[in-house]
């Protein structure tokens, strides 16, 4: 009968609430996927304009990746000191002079420096707001609602499309015309610049969404601010699963000691070795660089930058299509078998780009196909699953700095990919490039069959209480 009383609150009225802060949140995605893809666009734009070296283009590509690894560092410890919401705002402050600052760069060390800045806000971002979606959702929920988070990343990415080849068909029918002021700067004669600049628009409807939600009630309990976190947790639960779940969370703090040593403690270490492999594998799959480099690489086929984008729109349509797949499924499947078989579709399909790549006789459309697979196998496994993973099985005091950790990993893992990319793509071929994407992934077969655990349906402080029992 409990159970049904508390259903139905959460019916009435919590699940919409709910929904808008983990809306509001994931916005921090968005702004991540359309930062990630905007530069797919504008990269051969900008390596013309400044005359960019293999090395410096590289650089450029995995400056916004080194500026994310401090970001996650800084927030670490900032959301466990601070508070989760006044992080997220810092975030939407240093994404906005991202994109204002890249518009009006003046020199390519300008552009990169600002590249930097914003890849400090999306590291912020990654880590922060899978993070307090997790600590805000009811267990049979937090699957589905961490991976709003995913999907966000996906709406950006589209949105970015959507955004460079509206500009470029723009740019194509007044470039070398008499626009003069605003547009021909930024459209007529540098289009890269609005690319860049467009991102201020989300930024700013982040940093208002971010003002309105409230903060974390883990944060604030563990903070010994349990009438707030009972308040916020009323909001979503109904107020006797909040006093319930406030009692499981004050348990668990009570066992906590805070110090970032307990990462290291018997048990403990399992969950966090857990986190970074998902995290480092992922990564190295090579999906960062189908947006980097994506038009690049469709480039083989001969078409020209404009018709490159269609291409980019399939294959960003499947990861948004498969995205939503994985929200559906994520706490009904299990996150197990989700990565299981995401895991298979990925190595087939970059097995197959790689042949693809290396056969000249190879058809446009098969490779689009081909990239569109590997990414909508990502997207319903590997994508959202490391963020949902990470974000549930740290303790409350430290799941900040632990969550920081695994982030780092994650854009270290980025940033070294999308460094050696070009050299890679320059002494191996493409298609040997993505042989080697494919191999990394065989080990994670035997870590879904062997070693990772399943936590759907299980609350935050269950989780921590399996670790502990190692």
């Not at 969370?249 to 986190?275: C, H, K, N, W, Y």
Request: hydrophobic share 55%; net charge positive; with cysteine.
């Amino acid at each position: 009968m409990k159970t049904g009383t508390c259903e139905s609150k959460v019916r009435g009225g919590s699940i919409p609430y709910l929904f808008f802060c983990c809306f509001a949140s994931a916005l921090g995605g968005l702004l991540f996927g359309y930062d990630l893809f905007v530069i797919s666009g504008a990269k051969d734009l900008i390596v013309a304009h400044f005359s960019l070296s293999t090395l410096m283009e590289g650089w450029f590509v995995s400056s916004a990746m080194v500026g994310a690894m401090l970001g996650c560092l800084l927030a670490g410890m900032a959301s466990d000191r601070f508070g989760r919401k006044r992080v997220l705002l810092i975030a939407s402050f240093f994404l906005l002079l991202c994109s204002i600052g890249c518009g009006l760069a003046w020199s390519s060390a300008s552009l990169i420096f600002f590249r930097w800045i914003g890849g400090v806000g999306v590291g912020i971002a990654s880590m922060v707001c899978p993070l307090y979606i997790s600590e805000i959702s009811p267990a049979r929920l937090r699957g589905r609602m961490v991976t709003l988070f995913q999907l966000a990343i996906c709406v950006g990415i589209v949105m970015a499309i959507v955004i460079n080849t509206g500009l470029l068909s723009w740019h194509d029918k007044i470039k070398g015309g008499t626009a003069e002021g605003l547009a021909g700067m930024m459209v007529a004669k540098d289009v890269w610049r609005s690319m860049l600049g467009m991102e201020s628009v989300p930024a700013i409807f982040f940093f208002v969404m971010c003002v309105i939600i409230p903060e974390s009630p883990r944060w604030l309990a563990a903070n010994g601010r349990n009438r707030e976190a009972q308040e916020v947790l009323g909001k979503i639960n109904g107020p006797e699963a909040a006093a319930a779940e406030l009692a499981d969370i004050d348990a668990a703090v009570a066992q906590e000691t805070g110090s970032l040593a307990e990462l290291f403690r018997p048990g403990l270490r399992r969950p966090l070795f857990m986190a970074l492999f998902l995290a480092v594998i992922s990564e190295f799959s090579g999906i960062t660089t189908i947006w980097n480099f994506g038009p690049e690489i469709i480039r083989g086929q001969g078409i020209q930058l404009t018709n490159e984008m269609s291409g980019m729109v399939v294959i960003a349509s499947s990861l948004s299509l498969f995205t939503i797949v994985a929200v559906w499924l994520m706490d009904y499947a299990g996150r197990r078998r989700l990565l299981f078989w995401g895991n298979l579709g990925c190595f087939i399909s970059l097995i197959v780009l790689g042949w693809l790549l290396g056969n000249p006789g190879s058809s446009s459309a098969m490779k689009v196909a081909a990239a569109a697979t590997f990414v909508a196998c990502f997207a319903f496994s590997m994508g959202p699953i490391k963020w949902v993973f990470m974000s549930e099985v740290f303790p409350t005091r430290i799941s900040g700095r632990a969550v920081a950790i695994c982030s780092l990993a994650v854009w270290t893992a980025d940033a070294i990919l999308n460094q050696l990319f070009p050299l890679l793509r320059d002494s191996l071929g493409k298609e040997a490039t993505f042989y080697v994407f494919a191999a990394i992934l065989i080990p994670q077969f035997y870590f879904v069959w062997k070693i990772m655990p399943e936590t759907k349906g299980r609350s935050l402080e269950e989780i921590e209480k399996s670790w502990l029992k190692h």
